[in-house]
């Protein structure tokens, strides 16, 4: 089994699984996802995981990276701190089986004042830049369940900031007092411009997220316009994090496109340029890269 | 049946409810609490829910107060707006059974910028300054599912500030990322104020969240001080909120003693003078001054 002769990508999450077939030639030639994210895998079930992995896409080498290398993961990837390049990720990859399954690590960000991680993105990122579909020096923003902003300067991650506004926006729409306004997808009308101003504008987001009953009961606001408007907040209110340093050339915001354009849409009402890259291709080509530096 | 001969006091809120029998000469005789609140009872069931309280604490009037006014509770009772004093909330009680059952309403305070509504907390608020446990002019701070910041100006509420904040621990602890790092109670220990001193210094709260877990993986904190961090993180923020105008005098803060404590030592941190005040006894001298109103 060589790596040369083509391997298997695998972006392996929390909650769900991507697998990607990749040829000798560097194509993506067969895929694959379903809902066996790690929490779904039991104890010492892993290698069984990955054998049907095996089944689906072919006898290959594996390289992974996710929530795979965390602690509740097959085997824990210590992260690698940042500044970080492809080369620190691929002289620490960690192998679950000995040259034919490797970890790639996740990254820490540690300053006197601020702790932070990232795992999965860090090979995104990275695999952008090498693929020069993103510059060597840029600000990412990477929604998701938790959005990341990312500095790149020299081609490496030099710092990030982790915004926990998508896991937000869930826990309100099941759990919370707000659940029964925020059924609706949220879009980028009027509504979800407004949110974004106030995000941008108020810093009590707590504060503000009650209002969005309150303007409802009173009002203020159209019932069907809460979702887009509270996803509005939220998405402005983590801009304030991500902009304190606005850069000037364009925010590259990386990532699944349902969710990629919401957060542009935000920056340009930020008066902020946006450009969206898909985050699949981008892994693609870190994986590529990472492949090439051990092959 | 007559209020002059003693009367049922009742807090009627969403997922509980407290009931309290009032002689005729004002004190408090006899109580009951269970968790029969709004969510609890059947639509149609509220004439049977209050005849259980009957049942238990005697055949008198009822003075109720809270969610019980809600759209979801027995009848609805329209928000008074702000400002608003005793005499408003009596001109306006909503009558479930021909003088023998009223709903205090609550109160909604419009303003160009925001949209707030309480219920309940109002009837607390005006008691103590009717009772005169607080000066006619203050700022009160009412933890709970959800904080409120209350200006009161000539022993009226002129207006008001709802902070998610109790409803956003509960749902971190129940539900995030964070759950299994939230499991102990919040106490007012270091870490405590070290979460207050961070969120009165931060504006970008769902960032400072995230990073609790990130402090905990790299060795910054430990993992048994995460839960009151994470209270003082988000408490801290609250007051970022509710003393944007801060206040020479006192603040006054009310309701249950669990968590006023935990604002009051976070009102001193903030470099506020803070006093406690129970909420059960405000609620109390509140309905008695509507009852003189009424009766």
């Known amino acids: ?33 379903d809902d066996q994210g790690i929490l779904a895998v039991a104890p010492g079930g892993f290698p069984a995981a990955v054998a049907q992995i095996r089944e689906r896409l072919g006898n290959h080498p594996l390289l992974m990276a996710g929530m795979i290398g965390s602690n509740r993961g097959w085997i824990e990837a210590p992260y690698a701190p940042c500044p970080a390049g492809l080369d620190d990720l691929a002289a620490r990859l960690i192998w679950a089986e000995e040259g034919r399954a490797a970890i790639v690590p996740g990254l820490s960000h540690l300053t006197d004042d601020s702790a932070d991680v990232m795992r999965g993105e860090e090979v995104q990122i990275l695999g952008a830049v090498a693929a020069g579909i993103v510059p060597p020096d840029c600000l990412i923003c990477h929604p998701g369940t938790h959005n990341k902003w990312i500095e790149v300067a020299g081609g490496r991650i030099i710092g990030f900031r982790t915004v926990m506004t998508g896991e937000m926006f869930n826990l309100l729409r099941e759990h919370s007092i707000l659940a029964d306004l925020l059924a609706l997808p949220a ?90 890259v898909d985050g699949e291709k981008a892994f693609l080509a870190g994986v590529r890269a990472i492949v090439e530096l051990i092959a």
Chains 1, 2 share one sequence.
């Open 1 to 33: 089994m060589r790596w040369a002769e083509g391997y298997i990508a695998v972006d392996w999450g929390t909650t769900n699984r991507r697998a990607y077939r990749v040829d000798p030639g560097g194509q993506c030639v067969a895929e694959m996802e």
């Open 187 to 276: 879009t980028t009308g009027e509504a979800f411009h407004d949110g974004v101003r106030r995000g941008l504008a108020h810093d009590g987001l707590t504060a503000e997220l009650f209002s969005v009953r309150a303007r409802v009961l009173l009002d203020r606001a159209k019932r069907e316009d809460a979702a887009s408007y509270t996803s509005g907040l939220l998405i402005g209110a983590d801009l304030r994090v991500g902009l304190r340093t606005a850069p000037e050339a364009e925010v590259i915001v990386m990532g699944r496109p349902e969710l990629t354009s919401l957060y542009a849409a935000a920056l340009t009402e930020a008066g902020q340029d946006a450009r969206e």
